[in-house]
């Protein structure tokens, strides 16, 4: 199955300029807990709900003074629409993420791609789509704890990095 069959076309997105408050607002008008960011229609970061709460403890100010791009994670990791549902798995396990943007040739923003949306196409033996152990299998890879790593710092002085 290719990403282009799993993803959610047109996910709501933000910019680096949005505040916290209204892409929180946004993330509960869509029932999500992440928005791509983009400058016109291409993604230079993601936003989750982690991150909207870690800035606004670091930052000690009101979400409707906090910017986007303060709280935004830069390094995007991301599928091609061609891509299978196996290099999904493979890209989320390896990164420990649940989400992945969708990307078309041109690095334009085309849909995204969700551990949610690979157990909904889940079966047990994995026809025409996931199995049901491959996605155990990630999803235990995912929650694994890294002990010794250091927490995510926001940004990064050299701009979004595109990580396939």
Not at 85 to 107: E, F, N
Request: net charge positive; with cysteine.
């Amino acid at each position: 199955m290719k990403a282009r069959d799993l993803m959610t076309r047109t996910p709501r997105t933000c910019t680096p300029g949005t505040t916290l408050a209204d892409a929180a607002l946004a993330m509960g008008e869509t029932r999500c807990g992440v928005l791509p960011v983009v400058e016109g229609s291409r993604i230079v970061g993601m936003l989750t709900d982690r991150d909207i709460c870690l800035a606004l403890a670091r930052a000690n100010e009101k979400p409707s003074e906090v910017r986007v791009d303060r709280a935004m994670t830069r390094d995007v990791h991301y599928l091609k629409e061609e891509d299978t549902h196996s290099r999904a798995l493979q890209l989320m396990r390896r990164w420990r993420v649940r989400r992945l943007p969708v990307l078309a040739v041109d690095g334009n923003l085309r849909g995204i791609v969700t551990l949610d949306d690979l157990a909904l196409k889940a079966t047990p033996g994995g026809e025409d789509g996931p199995s049901w152990a491959d996605l155990v299998g990630t999803y235990q890879a995912i929650c694994e704890r890294q002990r010794l790593a250091p927490p995510a710092k926001p940004g990064g002085p050299f701009g979004p990095a595109l990580r396939y």
